[in-house]
Structures are given as C-alpha cells and as structure tokens.
C-alpha cells in the first residue's frame, strides 16, 4: 500500500478507539408483514435481501437507542463519558422537533464537557458525521469526538404502503473518535456530496415549517416517509462506484488494498451490484441487510460494529464506508482501522 496523503497536513489523525451498537429486541419478519400488505417474504427477500427487521417499542426513543450505542463505544475506547468534547447525533428521526437528540444523549450520559448537535443528512448521516468530526480532531481543537447514527423510522413508517414498510428498522450505532500522534491509522479521506434536485424521491414532509402542525395537511400521508424506490435504485449503484472509485484514486490506492467494504444497508441488489462494478469479491463486503432491514443513519456504524465485533476487520486493515440516501446525499470514508 502507498503512504496515502494527509489533506490536512496535520500531525493528527482521526482514530476509531471504540465502537458500539444497540438494537431493540423486538422483530418484525417478512412473513408478519405479509398479514399486514399484500406482499410476500419472497418478494422482499428476492427484492431487497432482507427477512426481518428490528422495531422500538412505544417507550424506546431515538435518544435511548443512541444512548445505549454510545455508552457501549465508550466503554470500548477505554474512556469514560466526561472525555467527551464533541457528539454528534446522525438522524432523520429526532427525539424532538428542538432541543436536539444530541442533548438528551449528553444528559443521558452526563457527558458535562461536550458540545453537541444533530445532522440531518439521511441515510449519509454517519458518514458525514465522521468526516465533521474528523475535522475538529485534525485541526488540534478536540482530542475526543462521539459520531452516533440513531433512527427509529418505524415511527414514520405507513404501514398500510407495501413500496415502504417493507425497508426499513430501528436501531443505533456509534463510535468513539480519539486524535492520535503516532502514525497513519485512522480516517485518512472523507468526501461528502449532496444533490437537492431529487429530493422528492425520498421525503417525510410534515411536521416543519412547511407544514406545520398547526395547519390541516392537503394530504395526511405526509406525516410518513414516501419514497420512490425505483427512482434513486440506479443513482445509488452509480454513486456509491463512482465516490468508492474518487476515494481509491484520490489517496493512490488499488481496490486490492481494501480489507473490507461497509455499505449503508439499502438494498442488498444495490450492494451487490456496486461491487461487481468496482470488482470488490464477496467476503470483502459486509452485509446485515437481513436481519435489520435499512436502519438509516445507524446503518453504516451497526454494520461497522459487527464486522469489527465478528473479527473480519482488524486493527490496521483499510476499509471504506460508504452511504447514499435522501437529499440526495451521499460521501465515503477510507479509513485505517
Ligand atoms: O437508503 C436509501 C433509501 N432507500 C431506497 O431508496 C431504496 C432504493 N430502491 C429499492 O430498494 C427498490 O427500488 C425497491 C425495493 C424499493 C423496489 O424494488 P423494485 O425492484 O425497484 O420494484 P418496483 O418499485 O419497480 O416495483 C415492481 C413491482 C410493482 O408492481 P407492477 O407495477 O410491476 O405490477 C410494485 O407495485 O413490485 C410491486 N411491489 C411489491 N410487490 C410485492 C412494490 N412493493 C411491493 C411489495 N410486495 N412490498
């Protein structure tokens, strides 16, 4: 492997020290949804890949399922909560309209030093997260950052719409960023893209400024995500190639030096079809799409989780993560883990 560049010229780097998750127990399969809209568990799975999802209970909110990843990743960087400086809170499913998700998750863990706020950026949430705080660690401003991705879309979910219900689960992941002296582990390139033209294609409309709760909605279905599947199904495989490819060529690396490919979990056709573009085998990407169905923001750090917990990557391995989604949005992070 190439010494890859270091855009920041910084000293620093940006180093995973700890990662976690938390899933609610509940599961709703393919089968109990077919008693719910006319489709079949062969449909979803020949379709999407997926053969359950994991759905919150009335009392467990986003910021409890954060709360629960976040406290596992510190606990796995070996630090306590008030080492905290930074947390940011990835989700398009917030505890509330204000304060943020980001300050009940700050209470929760009594995390007194951090800052904190939440990012909007759909599916590319994390994503976009690391790349935020991989900034504040390079230039010398925090030591370390809390990057969670939560959602609990199930709350959004119409479940009488057969195009939706089927996709997506509830679910948090997070990891714990440390700035680190010693060498060239831990992100090495972020790149984050957005393209507002298509925003119709993957929207949850009310309640906002827009439509506001105050005002009778024209149409009540817009309190549930709406989504156009077909729409952005082949902008996904050609975004997650095309920012995979910038991030190979950017840092002069060959897709052979990758250990390991971690994907927002959308579609597993996506995925597959992403990766026999980019010539990436099987056993190099990493896929949980069936148990968890699109998790949103906290799909890139569960999955990072597992993969790091199942012992597929290690400490040194590359690895990229990549996600797509509303917005559009989309970006990458090549990282040495
Ligand atoms: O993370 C970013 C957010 N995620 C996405 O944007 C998802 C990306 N898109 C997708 O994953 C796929 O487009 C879907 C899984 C959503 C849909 O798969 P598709 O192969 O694109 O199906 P389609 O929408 O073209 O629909 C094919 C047929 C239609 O019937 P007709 O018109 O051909 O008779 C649909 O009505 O399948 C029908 N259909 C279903 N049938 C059974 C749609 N949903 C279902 C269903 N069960 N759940």
């Not at 890859?4 to 609610?24: E, L, T």
């Not at 309209?97 to 700050?106: L, Y």
Request: overall charge negative; aromatic content about 8%.
């Amino acid at each position: 492997m190439n010494n890859p560049i270091n855009d920041f010229h910084s000293p620093y780097r940006a180093v995973i020290a700890g990662h976690g998750s938390y899933i609610p127990e509940k599961i709703l399969t393919n089968e109990e949804l077919a008693e719910m809209v006319d489709t079949s568990d062969e449909w979803i799975t020949t379709r999407t890949g997926i053969k359950k999802r994991h759905i919150t209970n009335e009392n467990e909110s986003t910021a409890f399922l954060a709360t629960e990843a976040a406290k596992k990743a510190i606990e796995c960087a070996n630090l306590n909560a008030q080492d905290i400086e930074i947390i940011i809170v990835a989700t398009i499913t917030p505890e509330m309209v204000f304060p943020s998700t980001a300050s009940f998750v700050q209470l929760a863990l009594k995390a007194e030093k951090a800052w904190c706020f939440d990012l909007a950026a759909a599916c590319s949430g994390f994503v976009y997260g690391l790349s935020i705080a991989q900034q504040f660690i390079q230039s010398g401003r925090f030591k370390n950052a809390l990057v969670i991705g939560a959602e609990t879309l199930t709350k959004i979910t119409d479940w009488k719409d057969r195009s939706s219900c089927i996709l997506f689960g509830d679910g948090a992941g997070a990891v714990v960023l440390k700035r680190s002296e010693d060498g060239k582990r831990g992100i090495i390139y972020s790149t984050m893209h957005a393209d507002g033209n298509s925003w119709e294609a993957l929207n949850c409309q009310a309640y906002g400024s827009r439509y506001p709760s105050s005002k009778k909605l024209d149409d009540p279905q817009k309190i549930y995500m709406q989504i156009k599947g077909r729409e952005v199904y082949q902008q996904a495989i050609r975004r997650i190639v095309e920012t995979v490819n910038h991030c190979l060529d950017h840092c002069g690396l060959t897709i052979d030096d990758i250990k390991m490919l971690i994907s927002h979990q959308m579609n597993a056709r996506i995925i597959e079809s992403a990766v026999k573009r980019l010539n990436l085998p099987d056993e190099k990407v990493f896929l949980n799409i069936n148990e968890y169905g699109n998790t949103s923001a906290a799909s890139v750090p569960i999955a990072l989780d597992e993969c790091a917990r199942q012992g597929k990557i290690k400490r040194g391995d590359l690895i990229i993560l990549v996600a797509f989604g509303a917005g559009l949005t989309w970006g990458a992070n090549i990282i040495e883990f």
